[in-house]
């Protein structure tokens, strides 16, 4: 579903990303762990093409892009590779002057250019999944933080992708709003919906994730089940991260 080889990132002489290698497999949840400025979100951002990858390739859904040799991608090529992610952020990034309706219909009716009935139809249904359809005409700042960001999370649904990617989804919210945006994000685990999440949320990425990404210096440095990763790990630099988040 997901493979990503070799790929490198840098900004202007700092390298983010040395050489990360990995593989999703369709309806797997990979939580994606490490410390603070390893390069969590960038790889993200490299993954929905928000930020352009220096060398390496990512494939989505049997779509390869090379990044090899490139001075610039195609309209198209980001077109397409964009398409198949869905991305939740860290602060929501709602539209503050429309509804929550009209957040999450807007990327569809302008990209798409469907019918606005069927998508309001369609919106209802993703509200209902996440608890908000009581909330549908209200607008982002009349909204707790776990409304907004479970909003956001329906908003990414909408545009049916094949992958959701999600950073750090409950870093934003106050301790009692995380639990209402986990028990969303696990319900979509169960329906089979293929996630790769960035996340601190150690208790949940032990329940949720199939399969644990250790990112640490520009590689992912370790990789499994959590009952390996985060149970027992292989790497000194994994043992002293896990160490550290539970002081
Ligand atoms: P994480 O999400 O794991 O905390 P980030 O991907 O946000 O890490 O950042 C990794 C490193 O890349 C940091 O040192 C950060 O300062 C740097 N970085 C991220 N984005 C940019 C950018 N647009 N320009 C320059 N440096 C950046
Ligand atoms: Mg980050």
New binding site residues.
Partial sequence: MIEVKNLKKQ??E?T?LESIDFTVEKGDVVCLI??????????LRCLNLL?TPNAGSITISDKTVSFDNRKGLSKKEVKELRSFSGMVFQGFHLFPHKTVMENIIEAPLIVKKQDKKKLTAEGERLLTKVGMLEHRDKYPDSLSGGQQQRAAIARALMMNPEVMLF?EPTSALDPQLVGEVLRVIEELAKEGQTMVI?THEMNFARRIADKILF?DGGYILESGPPAEVLENPKEARTREFLQLLDE
């Fill in positions: 900004f202007d700092v983010v490490g410390p603070s400025g390893s390069g969590k979100t960038t790889l930020e950073d960035v990112m």
